[in-house]
């Protein structure tokens, strides 16, 4: 494989470190450290960084880097504009995001089910529990060649590969959730008359539901990782593809530009999930 | 003889703490009539809160027997309603749903007016209106525990096991609920178990105040206090009989509580 897999939220979170590393060095005086820590300030130092850094890479790319490799804003730029205008875009991207929509909710939906499962019956998790022990530490995105043997290039085994990482994800901060649950909720409501089903509704559904939402939130960032993943390997359709074939005919540009592409998307359906999450646990606040 | 409606016969418990075994509890002897308002006092420690958590079934005695209203106590004992040391109201809950909670059970099913109605008149009875929609955690510690008070009184349970439910309000406001709380347990014929550390407020309220000594906890004394009733709990403190139990009292108290802070 020529093109690296690359994780988007760990591409989003080295932009943002690096840039507040750069605005807390600004900061250095009094009044600038003043200036910065006003929103507005903040907001203008940071975009500041982003054109300085553009401006860096556009004049520094065929002169300080080959080219060849780092490509240069106003190339991936074009690309873009190419991408978009022509409409060849669309359809890579719907691939892509639909992959990781649909195993996103199967895996998390199953997750959940499988943890409360477990949770919920002693004896489902002492017959169980051994292999979810084992399963723990395989890293899931290793099984990705085995499931295009299984279902081909199609996207079915980009589902059933996203499906797999984010299900474990949410097995695993399920039972997590309801290990830390508070028992004496679950006892005060039996005390009150509850029986199991009210217990499950009342006390353990809202309260495993931040360990959940933590899940979801992480679990958008593997859901993209594993759908691109997938196409990368094997494929003829995705982000993930346009990546793979951009780096086969050394297209730097078409790289970054796809890399850009699953960066916003990845945000965009992070920012989702915060807000459903916002909105759902609004006791928190 | 009819039976009392709780009876601890030889009750002890000790917990397992890896190698070590702690013993909680001495072996404990003391029925409770029905109807009867029982205080616990004693030094942090010696085990009331074990007591009410058996009592309640979610704890089993390492000996003895313990039964309520005749029959042994083997799973949760749902004629209590428990307001334990350590609040268990729900975080996502605000005030009124909390309060409201048991009401929604298959149970007690209260339709929605009904629930509201007492939810209302629970709110005003912890003195909370103004506080319905707030959330757990934007509350201060006795506004907790008047949240979960209301909480167990909505559903009217035959036994009430109350563990420091006052501790965190200031005097005045402890003295309100003093009066609501005597005010219930008589119109609705409660028995009672209460745990406090306040000596005054055990004796102010109870009919039988039973005095533990420190770790492992025993019975040093059971004290009938022989107050009439109703009492003015605003005043019943000026009365020379009070004074009287409240000086007995505190000498065996005062013993236990030492010996608490030397170990
Ligand atoms: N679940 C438990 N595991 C181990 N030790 C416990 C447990 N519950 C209580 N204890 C111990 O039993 C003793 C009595 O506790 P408790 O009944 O809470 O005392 P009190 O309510 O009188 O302050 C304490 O020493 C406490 O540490
Ligand atoms: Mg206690």
């Known amino acids: ?60 790319s065929g002169t300080l880097f080959p080219r060849v490799w780092v490509s240069s804003p106003s190339a991936i730029f074009a690309r873009l504009v190419q991408w978009f205008s022509s409409g060849s875009i669309w359809g890579h991207m719907a691939a892509t995001v639909s992959a990781a929509a649909i195993g996103y909710v199967l895996g998390a939906a199953a997750g959940v089910a499988t943890g409360l499962l477990l949770g919920l019956s002693r004896k489902a998790e002492q017959i169980l529990s051994p292999f979810v022990i084992a399963l723990y530490s395989l890293p899931k995105v290793a099984l990705a060649p085995f499931f295009v043997i299984f279902l081909g290039i199609g996207i079915e085994s980009k589902i059933a590969l996203v499906a797999v990482t984010v299900y474990f994800l949410l097995l695993y901060n399920t039972l997590d959730g309801l290990r830390d649950l508070d028992r004496g909720w679950a006892d005060a409501y039996r005390l009150m008359g509850a029986n199991d089903r009210e217990i499950v509704r009342n006390v353990m559904l809202p309260g495993i539901m931040p360990w959940i939402f933590s899940g979801l ?6 859901a993209f990782t594993a759908a691109v993943l997938g196409e990368l390997l094997a494929g003829n359709q995705g982000i993930g593809y346009l990546i793979e074939s951009s780096a086969g005919q050394f297209n730097s540009s078409g790289i970054f530009a796809g890399v850009f592409i699953l960066v916003v998307c990845s945000v965009v359906a992070t920012e989702v999930i915060s807000r459903a999450e916002k909105f759902v646990l609004h006791w928190r606040n | ?86 609040d268990t109201l729900l975080p996502w809950r605000n005030v009124a749903d909390n309060i409201g909670a048991p009401l929604e059970l298959a149970c007690h099913k209260t339709g929605k007016t009904g629930r509201m109605d007492k939810i209302r008149q629970m709110v005003e009875l912890v003195g909370l209106k103004g506080f319905e929609k707030h959330f757990p955690g934007e509350l201060s510690g006795g506004m907790r525990r008047r949240v979960a008070l209301a909480r167990m009184l909505i559903y009217d349970p035959e ?98 509580v030492k010996k608490g802070t030397d170990t």
Request: aromatic share 6%; hydrophobic share 45%.
């Open chain 1, 217 to 222: 939130r992480i679990g958008v960032r593997y």
């Open chain 1, 1 to 60: 494989m020529s093109a690296q897999p690359r994780d988007p939220g760990a591409a989003a979170a080295v932009a943002v470190a690096v840039m507040s590393a750069a605005a807390s060095r600004t900061g250095a005086s009094e009044s600038a450290r003043s200036v910065f820590l006003h929103p507005v300030g903040r907001a203008a130092a940071q975009i500041a960084i982003v054109l300085a850094m553009l401006v860096l890479w556009q004049f520094g």
């Open chain 2, 159 to 256: 036994t009430l096991l109350m563990d420091e439910p006052f501790g965190a309000l200031d005097a005045q406001l402890k003295l309100v609920m003093h009066d609501e709380i005597q005010r219930i347990v008589s119109l609705g014929h409660k028995t009672v178990l209460f745990v406090t550390h306040d000596l005054s407020e055990a004796i102010a309220l109870a009919d039988r105040v039973v005095v533990f000594s420190s770790r492992p906890g025993q019975i040093k004394i059971v004290r009938d206090i022989d107050l009439p009733r109703p009492r003015d709990v605003f005043r019943i403190r000026f009365s020379p009989r009070f004074t009287e139990l409240h000086e007995e009292l505190w000498d065996e108290l005062k013993d236990e």
């Open chain 2, 1 to 86: 003889m009819a039976h009392q409606l709780i009876e601890l016969k030889d009750i002890s418990k000790s917990f397992q703490r890896e190698q070590t075994i702690i013993a909680a509890l001495s072996p404990v002897n003391l029925a409770v009539r029905r109807e009867e308002f029982v205080a616990f006092v004693g030094p942090s420690g010696c085990g009331k809160s074990t007591i009410l958590n058996m009592v309640a079934g979610l704890l089993p005695p390492t000996t003895g027997q313990l039964s309520y209203d005749g029959a042994p106590v083997r799973d949760l004992n749902r004629r209590v309603g428990y307001m334990t040391q350590k």
